[in-house]
């Protein structure tokens, strides 16, 4: 392994030192402005909302610097993303942003490589990136997607490097759980059951994590969104004077409206997420079974409603899987399913008009999109069951509402979420289906006044997390790079 590390340091250099040559005689000129690589601007995620919150911290900080979008949408445009950053965020930019359009985006798209797909994106990545700064070359090159094979290149073009990284491309985790050969959504039991695959793709993720580690260190100013994801982060790329923890901006102005009383006829528990495989809803399916049958015979039978989108037939497959499951288990009266549930467009509107008391009537009596802050204001609990969630928004989403989080206990929601807000307790956190029955059975328990207190202490929590937070601190990060200085 070290000689293959020697022989792919060598010709990197090489590579990079022919490039260098190559790019004096045809790169443009850099142009003093901030050039940002997201190559899809319609995902509608976090991801998207820290990209317009980052355009307007950058216009607030230097108002002179113009601002470009890297983007493989081809409806783009600058009054049309202004106004989706508006609409669709409630982030009001300064002007409108420069559009560059991308017509190679399918290299990056994991349906084009069926097998290597992370190498294959990665280097896709870097071709998409040629066409970018070819395109438009920027004094400031921001990666807001998790690109990290482009910041070699956009260096050699002569850019300053910035990056908000939301969860490493590969980590450790990843690797031991292939030498331990478990079975999961990134390592199918095909694999898993064979020794001679599970070596073959362990040296794979160990020459891509020397990689990866190579490439990340090339940024002048990394951002990440949590304890979790810099740990990892610091580990592979080993640039921990550049790194810099800015949790992502959480809008939870509404979610803080919300009455902390709630109805419990029946007590409801709630489960945000899309119904993808790492999420483990059937942990949580399993989990509320069994809290069922442990549950006093004198207590109220609790409902568990599951609210997220499917993005493809594999994902409706799942929903349905869950929903035979509840079957199975004999709870399907008390399970609930939301699929494809609207936030709500014109929530900001109400709560500006209206005081927390009379809030929950206004709402069960608007028109507009009120589904998921509807249910979020009924449930007296939240569930999360992903394991190494590098974040986890649903889960302050959860504490917002005042929906006690009973979240998975790793990474995001046990590093920075799910902690003591001045010495009160504000959630909890399980890893094991006994645990999380334990839990939901804990809460279903609490005395009202004691469950207030707690969900009191889960929304002052969340507070920390808010879009003003995130523009303090992403402002004072980049503030050195942007400014030059010391």
Same mark, same amino acid.
């Given at each position: 392994?070290?000689?293959?590390?020697?022989?792919?340091?060598?010709?990197?250099?090489?590579?990079?030192?022919?490039? *260098?040559?190559?790019?004096?005689?045809?790169?443009?000129?850099?142009?003093?402005?901030?050039?940002?690589?997201?190559?899809?601007?319609?995902?509608?995620?976090?991801?998207?909302?820290?990209?317009?919150?980052?355009?307007?911290?950058?216009?607030?900080?230097?108002?002179?610097?113009?601002?470009?979008? +890297?983007?493989?949408?081809?409806?783009?445009?600058?009054?049309?993303?202004?106004?989706?950053?508006?609409?669709?965020?409630?982030?009001?930019?300064?002007?409108?942003?420069? /559009?560059?359009? !991308?017509?190679?985006?399918?290299?990056?798209?994991?349906?084009?490589?069926?097998? +290597?797909?992370?190498?294959?994106?990665?280097?896709?990545?870097?071709? !998409?990136?040629?066409?970018?700064?070819?395109?438009?070359?920027?004094?400031?090159?921001?990666?807001?997607?998790?690109?990290?094979?482009?910041?070699?290149?956009?260096?050699? +073009?002569?850019?300053?490097?910035?990056?908000?990284?939301?969860?490493?491309?590969?980590?450790?985790?990843?690797?031991?759980?292939?030498?331990?050969?478990?079975?999961?959504?990134?390592?199918?039991?095909?694999?898993?059951?064979?020794?001679?695959?599970?070596?073959?793709?362990?040296?794979?993720?160990?020459?891509?994590?020397?990689?990866?580690?190579?490439?990340?260190?090339?940024?002048?100013?990394?951002?990440?969104?949590?304890?979790?994801?810099?740990?990892? $982060? /610091?580990?592979?790329?080993?640039?921990?004077?550049?790194?810099?923890?800015?949790?992502?901006?959480?809008?939870?102005?509404?979610?803080?409206?919300?009455?902390?009383?709630?109805?419990?006829?029946?007590?409801?528990?709630?489960?945000?997420?899309?119904?993808?495989?790492?999420?483990?809803?059937? !942990?949580?399916?399993?989990?509320?079974?069994?809290?069922?049958?442990?549950?006093?015979?004198?207590?109220?039978?609790?409902?568990?409603?599951?609210?997220?989108?499917?993005?493809?037939?594999?994902?409706?497959?799942?929903?349905?899987?869950?929903?035979?499951?509840?079957?199975?288990?004999?709870?399907?009266?008390? /399970?609930?399913?939301?699929?494809?549930?609207?936030?709500?467009?014109?929530?900001?509107?109400? /709560?500006?008009?209206?005081?927390?008391?009379?809030?929950?009537?206004?709402?069960?009596?608007?028109?507009?999109?009120?589904?998921?802050?509807?249910? !979020?204001?009924?449930?007296?609990?939240?569930?999360?069951?992903?394991?190494?969630?590098?974040?986890? $928004?649903?889960?302050?989403?959860?504490?917002?509402?005042?929906?006690?989080?009973?979240?998975?206990?790793?990474?995001?929601?046990?590093?920075? $979420?799910?902690?003591?807000?001045?010495?009160?307790?504000?959630?909890?956190?399980?890893?094991?289906?006994?645990?999380?029955?334990?839990?939901?059975?804990?809460?279903?328990?609490?005395?009202?006044?004691?469950?207030?207190?707690?969900?009191?202490?889960?929304?002052? *929590?969340?507070?920390?997390?808010?879009?003003?937070? +995130?523009?303090?601190?992403?402002?004072?990060?980049?503030?050195?790079?942007?400014?030059?200085?010391?």
């Amino acid at each position: 392994m070290a000689i293959l590390a020697g022989l792919l340091t060598f010709v990197s250099t090489l590579l990079a030192l022919a490039l *260098r040559r190559l790019l004096r005689r045809r790169a443009p000129t850099t142009a003093a402005a901030a050039g940002f690589f997201h190559p899809y601007t319609n995902d509608g995620g976090g991801g998207e909302r820290v990209l317009w919150c980052a355009v307007r911290a950058v216009q607030e900080l230097c108002p002179g610097l113009p601002c470009a979008i +890297f983007t493989g949408d081809a409806d783009a445009s600058p009054d049309g993303l202004s106004t989706r950053a508006l609409d669709r965020f409630g982030v009001r930019l300064l002007r409108p942003p420069q /559009v560059v359009h !991308l017509n190679r985006r399918k290299w990056i798209e994991a349906s084009t490589y069926p097998r +290597f797909t992370m190498i294959g994106q990665s280097l896709g990545s870097v071709y !998409l990136a040629w066409e970018a700064l070819n395109k438009f070359t920027p004094q400031f090159y921001f990666d807001t997607s998790g690109y990290a094979f482009t910041y070699p290149l956009a260096r050699l +073009f002569g850019c300053k490097v910035i990056c908000y990284t939301h969860y490493p491309t590969i980590s450790s985790d990843m690797v031991e759980r292939v030498k331990q050969r478990n079975s999961m959504y990134n390592n199918n039991s095909r694999i898993s059951g064979s020794i001679w695959l599970s070596r073959c793709k362990i040296l794979y993720y160990t020459i891509f994590s020397w990689l990866y580690g190579l490439v990340g260190s090339c940024a002048h100013l990394v951002m990440v969104n949590s304890s979790w994801t810099r740990s990892h $982060i /610091v580990n592979t790329w080993k640039v921990p004077e550049r790194t810099k923890r800015v949790y992502p901006p959480c809008d939870t102005s509404a979610l803080q409206m919300l009455p902390l009383e709630r109805s419990t006829t029946p007590p409801i528990l709630i489960s945000v997420a899309q119904f993808r495989p790492e999420k483990a809803h059937g !942990l949580q399916l399993e989990a509320f079974a069994l809290a069922l049958q442990r549950l006093d015979s004198d207590f109220l039978k609790p409902k568990l409603q599951f609210v997220g989108s499917c993005r493809n037939k594999e994902d409706l497959e799942r929903l349905q899987k869950l929903q035979n499951r509840s079957t199975e288990l004999h709870i399907d009266e008390f /399970v609930e399913f939301h699929k494809d549930v609207s936030y709500r467009s014109c929530y900001r509107t109400v /709560v500006k008009n209206f005081s927390p008391h009379f809030l929950f009537l206004v709402i069960n009596s608007i028109g507009c999109n009120r589904d998921l802050v509807q249910l !979020l204001g009924g449930a007296i609990a939240g569930l999360h069951s992903m394991t190494d969630e590098h974040f986890g $928004i649903s889960v302050v989403e959860y504490m917002a509402a005042a929906a006690i989080p009973i979240a998975h206990k790793s990474a995001g929601p046990m590093m920075d $979420i799910v902690l003591d807000e001045d010495g009160h307790q504000t959630g909890f956190l399980a890893s094991e289906k006994e645990e999380f029955a334990e839990a939901i059975l804990e809460v279903l328990r609490m005395p009202e006044p004691e469950r207030r207190e707690m969900a009191a202490a889960a929304r002052n *929590r969340a507070q920390r997390f808010s879009e003003q937070r +995130f523009h303090k601190d992403f402002t004072e990060a980049v503030r050195p790079v942007l400014l030059g200085q010391a």
